[in-house]
């Protein structure tokens, strides 16, 4: 029974260096909160990873908005934690800031670039990301290949910035260093019933690679200041009122 | 900010200077004359000389004709001027910009100087009794233009202090004259009837033009100050420019980066020196084959830091060519900002200023290496058409006054150009039942509007848009709109994509 114990500890330990090793340093300072509620558990050590890639991959132009939506979530979290603005870096940008207000964000605080070639905003990628001065940094492009996620990687276990890379093009992404990859896609929004128009926005948020996490799949609701998580059967039992009513 | 112009007028220049020189004639009538077409002119009488109608343009032979005891000394050519600048440079210490207005005046540009001797009517004061106590008779004025600080000191009578946008009212009772026009113009606007300037200041300026030319109506533009009136400072300041010969050429880019740290610790001392801070630094190198080799940089606020500006031009070097060699560098920095020792401690000391001095580094070296105008900030605008709602914002601390509104509906991706779609839609203003978008087909289950947009028009004409948000069968929601009424044929666009 000792021994079992022991054998816990160990491994425990083992667990934590190899942590370490990967790219997650000590716990930072301040551990970085998020207001993803249940979500958290999924994640190493049951924080948000900040300071190091997460990737999100979108098919299609719906789902990018939806996954903008969730990376907006998330780094109104990482700007109002920090004290530097954000850069968000992109080609043939359709964000429109003032839109940005609804996920919580002040417009203002975001500096945007826009370039052409997708050689320009990796370099301006990485130079952002080993800038410790900012919040996050936003890369739009179409693909990452392995050689460049790791110089990103890199970049950030020096200065402990989050980037967020959103990628449009999936189907060419096969292997990055990427500590996280997200897949966000919306759903149908359900209103109560009677109610005529369009409900809050709903996404299936898949985590489909988590290092050291149990990768999952979410349905969750954004209502301007927090989450709210739906299980499966809810969703399908409202989506079948709506069909019935 | 409102400028402030003094002009000075020295009524008898060349005789007080005299004067100065032979204090024994102070009584006395006599008058500086000089050849000119083979007789002597007279070119300035003195006070006593004067009331004897003695006057500047006569000839000296005519002048001894009326008073035989009349003194006449020679001119030498130039002296005016000469004595005009020794005159300017005194004033320097009341502002920085003194330009000579010949043949007998001085104009100060005085915006933001007045305030160190407690208001412009001291500074004023101080200035005439200065130059009064040093023998010579001035009148000067202070007004926003030249045109009217120069027609009040020589022709006006009440005050000498016009307050600002009092131009109008100051000239009005002057007469024609004071507009420093030509002999011929005024005598034929005198021959008009023309004797004070309000009698004509209301009338059409192409009037005017049509009969007097159009010096007339720049003058009084000038003097209204509707027409800008440069000026040339007799100390014009020093372009901020340094330049390094080499006895050897220089073809690597180790020499290259020696050269420039060198001009560049030069410049940033100066900059150092003089409080200002650069936005814009060129470095040029001539090259032994008689090529320019230029590269530029710029930066997103004031600095002199040599490190920095290093690193910026570092990114750059690899683009100079040295061919057979460089054998001179110069560095200019045609635009800078003031930047205070108070300021820049600033912002290195305290935390959150020390990370903005470290952003802006960043987008320094992003805005060399991809081009400024890349990078955007966007602040709310006072506009109601979806895609104006926003304007860019040109400085990163810039504050927005306005707030960010969400009362409304806004997608968080529209597109830069709505895009046509087919639609069957039931009339009059239901929304669509399904809509065809890049060749798929979307069934509309949940829509919400319309949200009508009128056109801003007073800027531009068109048809309002009726927006409406749609959720379709799969759960993606759109922002699509009604270009103009139903019934009139209209068309469908997709303009964004909401989360």
Known sequence: MERAENKIEIIERLKQQILSMQGFKAPIAQPISTNLGSMESAFPNQIFPGGVIHEFLSPDAESAAATSGFMAVLLSQLIGQGTGPCLWIGSKRTLFPPALAFFGIQPDRIIFIDLKMDKDILWTVEEALKCDALSAVVGEISEISFSESRRLQLAVEQSRVTGFMHCFNPDKIRNTTSVARWKISPIASVLEEGMPGIGHPRWKVELIKIRNGKPGTWYMEWHTDHFKYLTKPNLVASISLEKAG | ?499
């Open chain 2, 1 to 499: 900010m409102e400028k402030r112009f003094i002009s000075i007028w020295f009524s008898h220049l060349t005789t007080d200077w005299f004067l100065l020189l032979r204090p024994e004639l102070q009584e006395a009538s006599f008058v500086l004359a000089a050849p000119e077409r083979g007789r002597m002119l007279i070119k300035a009488s003195s006070t006593p000389a004067k009331a004897l109608g003695i006057s500047a343009g006569m000839v000296v032979a005519d002048a001894r004709a009326i008073f035989p005891a009349l003194q006449v000394f020679e001119q030498e050519p130039e002296s005016s001027t000469k004595l005009l600048f020794a005159l300017a440079e005194y004033c320097i210490r009341y502002t920085p910009v003194v330009a000579l207005d010949p043949p007998d005046g001085l104009i100060l540009e005085v915006s933001g100087c007045t305030h160190l001797w407690a208001g412009e009517r001291l500074y004023l004061e101080d200035i005439t009794k200065r130059l009064k106590s040093s023998g010579y008779q001035v009148r000067a004025a202070i007004a926003d233009t030249i045109g009217t600080a120069w027609a009040i000191a020589r022709y006006g009578h009440a005050k000498a202090i016009i307050e600002p946008g009092t131009n109008a009212d100051a000239l009005s009772a002057l007469p024609p004259e004071a507009l420093r026009l030509d002999v011929g113009i005024v005598e034929s606007m005198h021959k008009m009837g023309f004797y004070q300037i309000k009698s004509f200041m209301t009338m059409p300026r192409s009037v005017l033009r049509r009969r007097f030319g159009q010096l007339l109506p720049d003058r009084l533009a000038q003097a209204m100050g509707e027409l800008h009136e440069p000026i040339q400072s007799i100390k014009p300041t020093e372009p901020y420019q340094e330049r390094l010969p080499c006895l050897e050429p220089i073809r690597t880019a180790t020499g290259i980066e020696i050269a420039l740290k060198r001009l560049l610790e030069a410049l940033c001392r100066r900059l150092l020196k003089e409080g200002k801070g650069l936005r814009k630094a060129v470095l040029k190198g001539y090259r032994m084959d008689g090529n320019l080799q230029k590269v530029e940089i710029g930066t997103n606020y004031p600095t002199r830091s040599v490190a920095h500006l290093l690193k910026l031009f570092g990114l750059k070097i690899s683009s100079i060519r040295p061919g057979l060699g460089i054998e001179l560098f110069l560095l200019e920095a045609p635009v800078v900002e003031v930047l205070s020792l108070e300021q820049e401690t600033l912002w290195n000391l305290s935390q959150g200023s020390e990370n903005t001095t470290v952003v802006m580094n960043l987008l320094d070296r992003i805005g060399v290496r991809t081009g400024i105008s890349s990078i955007h900030r966007y602040l709310p605008a006072e506009r109601h058409w979806p895609e104006h709602t926003i304007k860019l914002s040109g400085a990163l601390k810039e504050k927005h006054i306005l707030p960010w509104r969400t009362d409304l509906p806004r997608p968080l991706h529209l597109l830069t150009r709505p895009e046509l779609i087919e639609v069957t839609a039931p009339i009059p203003d239901y929304p669509p039942m399904l809509f065809r978008y890049k060749g798929k087909v979307h069934k509309v289950s949940k829509a919400e509007g319309p949200e009508r947009i009128e056109q801003e028009w007073w800027l531009q004409k068109g048809n309002h848009r009726d927006y409406y948000c749609i959720e379709d069968e799969n759960g993606a929601r759109y922002w699509l709109f009604r270009l103009g009424h139903y019934d009139k044929d209209p068309q469908w666009f997709i303009h964004g994509f909401f989360a």
